[in-house]
């Protein structure tokens, strides 16, 4: 029964697919998102300051309820092409694309902190979706197994049945819940000083999973494997009272147990296998100034993808599975602007900007994991009802500002000069655009 309701609270709490930088959210809650994620020194709301620096949240002295629920929207697309002669002696090329029909998807966040204003010790509680992908594009229709196949037609070689050299349906589904716990100390009425411990739960389900041995019935799909995982975040924070501001935090790699996966082969045989893929570690650097009616924020992040279990390896192994995705590092820039010169209704406006962490060497491998957005615009607003309670709201749009491309890669091709064994004259690519509209609450008990 307690592991029924830990699977339920992961899936009230959890970010079910589609982040934006990398697989990392790039927000989290109806404020921080509008600021395009920036807090790490400028926290608007406690759910900014939990999730980016926890010394931040010394500037709140109450005890104040946070919640938010968003609904995402994506529209991924793949495309893969193969040369001429490839499916047969006098065969023309194929190319087409497919589009993903997953649908939408919820994202609540939930956040509780206890502050005083007498007190130099503030604490906080959170449970935030922070890290998610996921895909579903449906198996080609027109290819080299249909009886009316033709090859003049537009069809997705690389969404041929796996007896077709291709990886028919493609589904994934990951997520991470990670539920922290706040401190921070005032060291004086301008620096203070923040830890957050993290409890973490993922779960990763992969149709077909390519990091299982393959047999001569192709690649399994497997059940949905789930994995637990401990980090910390740590944080400084400096209000030099004239309105300048200035944070950093660091997380650590949240390091997860394995995967340990059911695999279910087209023959219906069987097996198991175990993957491990860790959370990034990721540094944060913020500056924020406040002046009369204007809040501004300016945020960069480092995020540590090329030392990460599950990230850093990529390739094929001796028994042609996947190694790992293979990403490289990346930096985040996160700005945003709020305006309070409207009684009772703060506007704000936010931008986000990650780079790709997909080289073209490794896009085949990567295309279970294609949430990768360049560009996020963001606009959002609140409504003061009273001293006790505000509703804030956001819409979000992303761009992956063109496609990331690569080439077909097949195991039987690897060798000397071809170490991924890429296809000549192949070629596969993702690209997307995402929207979201998020309402939520904020509650201050300390003002009744």
Do not use: C
């Given at each position: ?13 959890s970010t079910l697919l589609y982040a934006q930088s990398g697989h990392i959210m790039q927000g989290v809650g109806s404020v921080n998102m509008s600021m395009g994620g920036a807090s790490t020194a ?407």
């Open positions: 029964m307690k592991s029924n309701l830990l699977k339920l609270f992961a899936l009230l709490f400028q926290p608007l709301d406690i759910s900014g300051a939990m999730q980016w620096n926890p010394a931040a949240i010394s500037t709140f002295d109450s005890k104040i309820l946070k919640f938010d629920l968003g609904l995402f929207f994506s529209s991924p697309e793949l495309r893969s092409s193969l040369p001429p002669d490839m499916l047969g002696p006098g065969a023309p090329g194929v190319s087409g694309v497919t589009k993903d029909d997953r649908g939408v998807s919820p994202m609540p966040a939930l956040a509780m902190l206890w502050g005083k204003p007498e007190s130099k010790h503030t604490f906080g509680v959170s449970a935030f979706g922070i890290s998610g992908f996921g895909v579903t594009f449906p198996e080609e229709a027109n290819n080299p197994l249909s009886p009316d196949f033709n090859p003049m037609n537009d069809s997705n070689p690389i969404n041929y049945p796996q007896q077709a050299m291709g990886f028919g349906h493609i589904e994934s589904d990951y997520m991470l819940l990670q539920v922290g716990f706040s401190y921070a100390y005032e060291l004086s009425d301008k620096f203070s000083i923040g830890v957050q411990p993290n409890i973490d739960y993922a779960a990763l389900e992969l149709m077909p999973n390519p990091t299982a041995n393959p047999t001569g019935a192709g690649y399994p799909s497997t059940d949905k494997a789930t994995a637990i995982g401990f980090g910390a975040q740590f944080g400084v924070f400096f209000d030099s009272g004239s309105g300048f501001k200035l944070g950093a935090s660091y997380k650590t790699t949240q390091s997860f147990n394995d995967f340990e996966f059911e695999n279910t082969y087209l023959d219906n045989s069987t097996s198991t296998s175990k993957f491990n893929m860790d959370y990034p570690s990721i540094l944060s650097f913020g500056l924020g100034y406040s002046t009369g009616d204007i809040d501004f924020a300016l945020d960069y992040r480092s995020v540590n993808y090329e030392n990460t279990d599950g990230f850093s390896k990529t390739g094929w192994t001796s028994t042609a599975s996947v190694a790992g995705f293979g990403w490289d590092n990346i930096s985040i820039i996160s700005a945003g602007l709020q305006y309070k010169g409207i009684d009772k209704i703060p506007l704000r406006f936010g931008y986000t900007y990650s780079s790709n962490p997909i080289s073209k060497k490794v896009a085949f491998f990567n295309v279970p994991a294609t949430a990768i957005i360049k560009n996020a615009f963001q606009f959002g607003l609140s409504y003061q009802v009273n001293d006790n309670l505000n509703f804030d709201g956001v819409y979000h749009y992303g761009t992956s500002g063109g496609s990331t491309k690569g080439q077909m890669l097949s195991p039987m091709m690897v060798g000397p000069g071809n170490p991924y064994g890429a296809i000549p004259g192949s070629s596969v690519s993702y690209d997307m655009t995402t929207s979201m509209i998020m309402v939520g609450f904020s509650y201050n008990f300390s003002n009744n």
